[in-house]
């Protein structure tokens, strides 16, 4: 019906310019930080991570690209174990990650670009909302957030040269989430 009206459905994570535009983030972050050895981003339905990761990998092959789902959005993880899309319901607080499905672009992204996934418990994400908003004074949301909770789990592991790299997509939160959020994990 929106094709007959004139109307193009542009998929939000799955379409080739979309993803080719996230991936001048990747490069916009290795021109401001050249020697990064880890770069940590969020996954939702993977057109994000495809491209940035595509750039980077573009750019630096040996640089590690960990990608990050909350435990009640594992829509790529459970793609990668199943060896194929699959769907999923979200539970994460983390809305923005709820992506229903991965497509076979951005799950072959994955394979390609990803070294590795790392799964986070939405409380331990809630608190680094809280840790940025009072380090960076930035509020940002449990799709951002996240991937530092995924970097201090690893970062002990790493070794004590690595130049880690978070990318902070996203700022759609309110307090009102925040405080609600708080509540829910009895985090005080």
């Known amino acids: 019906a929106y094709a007959a009206q004139g109307r193009v459905f542009v998929h939000p994570y799955d ?10 983030l990747g490069l916009e972050l290795l021109e401001a930080v050249e020697d990064l ?20 990998k ?17 829509t790529m993880t459970k ?40 799964l986070v418990e939405d409380a331990d994400v809630v608190r680094d909302i809280d840790v940025v908003l ?11 957030a996240c991937v530092l909770t995924a970097a201090r789990q690893i970062a002990p592991d790493l070794p004590a040269e690595a130049r880690i790299g978070l990318v ?11 405080a609600a959020w708080r509540d829910s994990f009895a985090i005080r």
């Open 134 to 144: 009072q380090e960076e004074k930035t509020l940002c949301e449990p799709a951002a």
């Open 15 to 24: 379409d080739p310019a979309i993803i080719a535009g996230h991936g001048t």
């Open 168 to 178: 902070l997509c996203g700022s759609n939160v309110a307090l009102e989430d925040l």
């Open 37 to 56: 050895s880890h770069v940590f981003l969020s996954i939702g339905g993977g057109g994000f991570a495809a491209g940035v990761a595509a750039a980077l």
């Open 58 to 74: 573009a750019r630096k092959p040996g640089l590690a690209v960990i990608g990050v789902e909350t435990t009640g959005a594992q």
């Open 79 to 118: 793609a990668l174990e199943a060896g194929e899309p699959v769907t999923i319901r979200a539970t994460s607080i983390a809305r923005t990650l709820g992506a229903p499905f991965v497509t076979p672009r951005t799950l072959a992204a994955a394979r390609a670009f990803l070294d590795r996934i790392v």
